[in-house]
């Protein structure tokens, strides 16, 4: 209102420091002004009721020693007010003097007293030898404070600038000139063009606000990754760094071949119940599977082949073809690892698209002794992270769905050491590094070990994957070689995400219970 008061009266503001605001006594010279004042003209522009130009100029402000001395007074000036009067009291000792003032205010203050005529010495001590004086450097600071300069001049501020009482500092200041939308009140633009407005017609003459395109907006709500797929991420650059290749698990659905069969799993095994599996009712069954590996499979389950006795029980093929939920990634292994053997089979390579999607594969001899004879066999590492679907009792740690983290290696002649030392490194990575391997049981694997780590916020061993080599009842109907050993090993991505997150409960994590605004804030994982 200042400011559109004074062009009203004047037409033109030459200087912004020469306006008084309100509350104040004196003119608006200080930089916090200015700025204050800057604000309004913005404002006030953007209305085009003025236009205005900008003018810097170099001011000063006291330093925080300069800010004690407008407020203490100078050094020099409170050594001589501590002193007595030259003849009307005990002259004050050196001592005494750096009692009452401090240490470094007497030292640096004597010598200007002495300077300036202020102080003299009397005997030990010391007296006043002026009655009154004039404290210069703290009135000169004073007006520095106010006005940014000195009406006295450059030597002094040089002077000052010297003792470190002042610094130079950018300011600026402002000539002002009405605008095409100029009045002395400013009325309030519309911002929304209403219902009533277009009714009575009052838009004709309502006066609009402007579109500001400069406006950088509200920040939108970008999207936020789910911590399973910050972990899902970490995983997957610690295989590729490995130089693993990823598989494709695109496939939710499975028929019993692959999700058991092929893998050896017998028909009357307990997880292809249906309280642990579930199966789909339309459609319930498969087209019909590849004659001669099928005959192979079914042959090694019900008597055996390849030196193996088999189950010799009896085999369905209604069984194997009844379409599922994949209750482990292995099926999708399964599927890689006999496309893989199809060179072996002595089938020429399809050039499939999407049989390998990311990373690199090793594609050239192997270092584990190659055949006299090239039998077609590459080795391969490959890995996935994907989900799997099990008939479970959901509890706090449980869902019917959760992810399954693998990873097969197949090479000639793999131990058990090197599935166990691939294991180390893969954990440790993960920055598990104390783990242990106990022997287990799966129908696929032999040995199967269980893998434990030493969790040191529980303070106790938790289960966080299980492994094997794969079984050549499995491996040699696909037509592996017999030297081709193949190692895997699978485990949950909930786990360590819980374990990372600190959450114990997993409807906290999957679920209509998640709490987007956790998800949006926690933290991004770094093993
Ligand atoms: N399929 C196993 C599971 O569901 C994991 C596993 C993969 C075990 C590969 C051995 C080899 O727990």
């Not at 050993?485 to 994590?509: D, Q």
Request: charged content about 25%; glycine content about 8%; overall charge neutral.
């Amino acid at each position: 209102q200042v400011i559109l008061d004074t062009l009203d009266a004047e037409s033109t503001i030459k200087d912004t420091r020469a306006l008084v605001l309100p509350g104040e006594t004196g003119p608006a010279i200080s930089n916090d002004a200015q700025i204050a004042i800057l604000g309004a003209l913005n404002s006030l522009s953007s209305r085009d009721m003025i236009s205005y130009a900008t003018h810097e100029v170099i001011s000063h402000v006291p330093t925080p020693e300069g800010s004690q001395i407008v407020e203490q007074g100078s050094n020099e000036a409170r050594v001589w007010a501590a002193l007595p009067l030259k003849g009307q009291g005990e002259p004050i000792t050196p001592n005494q003097l750096k009692k009452a003032v401090g240490d470094e205010v007497a030292k640096v203050g004597q010598g200007r007293a002495f300077k300036n005529g202020w102080i003299a010495k009397e005997g030990d001590g010391l007296v006043k030898s002026a009655p009154e004086i004039k404290d210069i450097t703290r009135d000169d600071l004073l007006e520095i404070k106010s006005t940014g300069t000195l009406k006295s001049g450059e030597k002094a501020l040089a002077d000052l600038r010297k003792r470190k009482l002042i610094v130079q500092k950018k300011g600026q200041w402002f000539s002002v000139t009405k605008g095409p939308s100029f009045s002395t009140s400013i009325a309030k633009p519309e911002t929304d063009l209403t219902v009533e407005m277009l009714a009575s017609g009052s838009w004709k003459t309502s006066a609009f606000k402007k579109y500001n395109f400069e406006a950088e907006g509200i920040p939108t709500n970008g999207g936020a990754l789910h911590p399973l797929l910050k972990v899902r991420e970490e995983i997957r650059n610690i295989f590729l760094e490995m130089g693993f290749a990823e598989m494709p698990t695109q496939s939710f659905v499975e028929s019993g071949f692959w999700c058991f069969d092929a893998l050896f799993v017998p028909q009357q095994h307990p997880a292809r119940d249906l309280q642990d599996t579930f199966y789909l009712s339309d459609p319930a069954i498969s087209l019909p599977p590849k004659k001669d590996y099928y005959g192979l499979v079914s042959k090694v389950h019900e008597h055996g082949g390849f030196g193996s006795t088999g189950y010799r029980a009896p085999w369905v093929e209604e069984e194997s073809r009844k379409l599922l939920l994949r209750t482990h990634t292995t099926a999708s292994s399964a599927h890689m690892l006999y496309k893989l053997a199809a060179a072996c089979r002595g089938e020429k390579i399809s050039s499939d698209k999407g049989e390998y999607t990311h990373g690199a594969s090793s594609t050239t001899g192997s270092d584990r002794g190659d055949p006299a004879q090239d039998d077609g066999f590459r080795p391969a590492k490959l890995f996935s992270i994907d989900r799997v679907f099990r008939n479970e009792t959901m509890d706090a740690t449980h869902l019917a769905e959760f992810h399954q983290v693998e990873g097969v290696v197949a090479d000639r002649n793999l131990t058990l050491a090197d599935l166990i030392g691939f294991m180390r490194v893969f954990f440790d990575k993960m920055g598990i590094e104390q783990v242990r391997f106990k022997p287990a049981y799966n129908p696929y694997t032999e040995p199967s070990l269980e893998i434990f780590a030493f969790h040191p916020m529980l303070n106790r061993w938790v289960e966080v994957g299980n492994s094997g080599m794969f079984r050549p009842e499995m491996l040699e109907p696909m037509g592996f070689p017999k030297d081709v050993r193949v190692h895997g090993w699978g485990l949950s991505l909930e786990r360590p995400t819980m374990i990372r997150y600190g959450i114990n409960n997993i409807r906290t994590l999957v679920g209509h219970k998640v709490s987007i605004e956790g998800i949006e804030n926690s933290p991004a994982v770094r093993f």
